[in-house]
């Protein structure tokens, strides 16, 4: 059964920090590319950050590239998300896809950057 499980979600006041994790199962992980997407409140699902399968390669968003990393660990099917000097803008459901079988998905975790 495939599974992507989001953690490390919650509230953070801006300029913080946090980091999210994804753990995969149920497919050859180091196999596929991994991203991390979000849908901010009343918008469209939008990319954030991905990193390919072979060699680590990175992508980002302009609006979060300096602040956000993205990383994988393939011992461990799981990838991370450090998001530092965190905005309001930020603020969204933040969900990991993996581009197995044309996509899957995780349930997503909240991120609420407020004072």
């Known amino acids: 059964q495939v599974q992507l499980v989001e953690s490390g979600g919650g509230l953070v006041q801006p300029g913080g920090s946090l980091r999210l994790s994804c753990d995969v199962s149920g497919f050859w992980f180091r196999a596929y590319v991994m991203s991390w997407y979000r849908q901010p409140p009343g918008k469209e699902r939008e990319l954030v950050a991905e990193i390919s399968n072979i060699g680590g390669r990175t992508n980002y968003a302009d609006s979060v590239k300096g602040r956000f990393t993205i990383s994988r660990d393939d011992a461990k099917d799981t990838v991370y998300l450090q998001m530092n000097s965190l905005e309001p803008d930020d603020t969204a459901v933040y969900y990991c896809?993996?581009?197995?079988?044309?996509?899957?998905w995780g349930q997503g975790t909240q991120v609420t950057v407020s004072s």
């Open positions: 896809n993996a581009r197995y079988r044309g996509g899957v």
